[in-house]
């Protein structure tokens, strides 16, 4: 196991009827802006609950932030942050609204060009306006991490940012929020979830116990759980499952450690700013290709994954590497997430343009060892046609 330091200040409360907390976090001096999407949190009654929990407090509102944040669409909001003098920011809704209200906390703050927060990975934020959330789409982990991606639209580019001025002071995870997601989404939600504990997890032994152990039962919920909620999206108890998995999967503690992977995330970051994919699906997409693409330099973790995860314990160490990898896409298709880019009605001419953004965001040595450069991108997404 290597050296790590663990700090993650964000106060969590889980449950039904939850959301009453936040009468308990946001005193009635403050002023608050309630930042949230497209409008399901309208149409659920998650937003009557949160307006119900600060009924005392002076609240104002900023909607239309889209999925995959727009940098465009935040620069509105931190005009309204600064004109009306907030002086904290509720994020309601999934990843995308926490991960904008990152940015907008930031560029409150920032006295440059806001784009500078996203160039310097964060580097440049020295203070941010306090935020809390109000989760609703079980996935990203935003809503205990320090990470933010926003998409400039103008340019099509996907970018992250991570400072730890931007972790939420807390977050209500009410499974009950999450009944009213799509199909589609509930789905993207548990292959991301999945797809970070992998990150985390299939790269070389460094007998990290615990790091392990805690990845092969957050695996093992989710593939359990996943199927039960696309059957019965009022599961509660599926639901919480889900919801504290996909929490815990992006929370640091995976991390502490080990060696990650993330060259699934950095390609398919740029397969949604290109084309507009869901990130669930861009991962579903890429993730297997990089193993087939790894397959020996990753062998010692797929054969204890199959194992721990799939009971796969027969037949050569590459043949056993090799049904793990097709029981993950299997899983990915049972959940309605589709594993081929033919699927999404993309072919191998978007590959010179996936590598060209790589070059250009300057994300050129991928992988747990670095040595994914776009050559070998260009290669691997041969392997997802
Ligand atoms: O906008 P509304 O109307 O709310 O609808 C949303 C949106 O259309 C809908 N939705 C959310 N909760 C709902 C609901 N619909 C009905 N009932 C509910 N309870 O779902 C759609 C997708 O929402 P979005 O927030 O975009 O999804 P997700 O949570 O999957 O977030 C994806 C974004 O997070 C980033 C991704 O790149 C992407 O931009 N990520 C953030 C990470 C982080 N901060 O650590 C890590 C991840 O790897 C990921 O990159
Ligand atoms: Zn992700």
């Known amino acids: 196991m290597d050296n790590f330091t663990f700090h993650n200040p964000a106060r969590i409360h889980f449950g039904r009827g939850q959301i009453s907390q936040l009468a308990n976090e946001i005193t009635p001096d403050m002023r608050v802006l309630i930042t949230y999407g497209g409008g399901s949190i309208k149409t659920n009654g998650v937003l009557d609950q949160v307006k119900a929990a600060l009924k005392d407090v002076t609240v104002f509102e900023f909607g239309g932030i889209e999925p995959n944040p727009h940098y465009e669409t935040l620069q509105k909001a931190i005009e309204v942050v600064k004109a009306e003098k907030i002086d904290f920011l509720l994020a309601v809704g999934g990843g995308s609204v926490i991960d904008g209200t990152k940015f907008i906390a930031a560029g409150a703050k920032y006295q440059g060009d806001t784009w500078d927060i996203i160039e310097s990975r964060g580097g440049v934020v020295t203070d941010a306006i306090p935020l809390g959330c109000v989760l609703t789409l079980a996935a990203t982990g935003s809503e205990m991490n320090s990470t933010s991606v ?52 299939i790269t070389y032994p460094v007998n990290a116990k615990v790091q392990d152990a805690l990845a092969e039962g957050l695996l093992n919920t989710l593939k359990e759980e996943g199927p039960k909620v696309l059957e019965n999206p009022t599961d509660y108890d599926a639901r919480a499952n889900i919801m504290w998995a996909a929490t815990m999967a992006l929370n640091g503690l995976l991390s502490t450690g ?24 861009t991962l579903a997409i890429v993730m297997p290709a990089v193993w087939k693409y790894r397959k020996a330099a990753k062998q010692a973790k ?41 699927d999404y009605g993309l072919g191998a001419e978007i590959i010179p343009a996936v590598t060209a953004k790589l070059e250009e965001h300057g994300h050129v040595a991928l992988g747990e060892h670095g040595d994914i450069t776009p050559k070998e991108v260009a290669e691997l997404l041969e392997l997802a046609l």
């Open 150 to 201: 926003v998409t400039r639209a103008e340019t099509q580019d996907k970018l992250f940012f991570s400072s730890s001025h931007v972790f939420p002071l807390f977050s209500v995870l009410d499974p009950e929020t999450t009944y009213t997601l799509p199909p589609r989404q509930t789905a993207n939600g548990v292959v991301d979830a999945y797809v970070h504990t992998l990150e985390q997890y």
């Open 258 to 281: 080990t060696p990650g992977d993330w060259a699934t995330h950095l390609i398919g970051q740029e397969i949604t700013g290109l084309y507009g994919l869901d990130h669930g699906q």
């Open 302 to 342: 797929l054969v204890q994954y199959a194992a721990a995860v799939w009971n796969i314990t027969e037949g050569s160490a590459d043949s056993i590497a090799d049904q793990a990898i097709t029981a993950t896409e299997n899983f990915f298709e049972q959940m309605g997430i589709k594993t081929r880019l033919a």
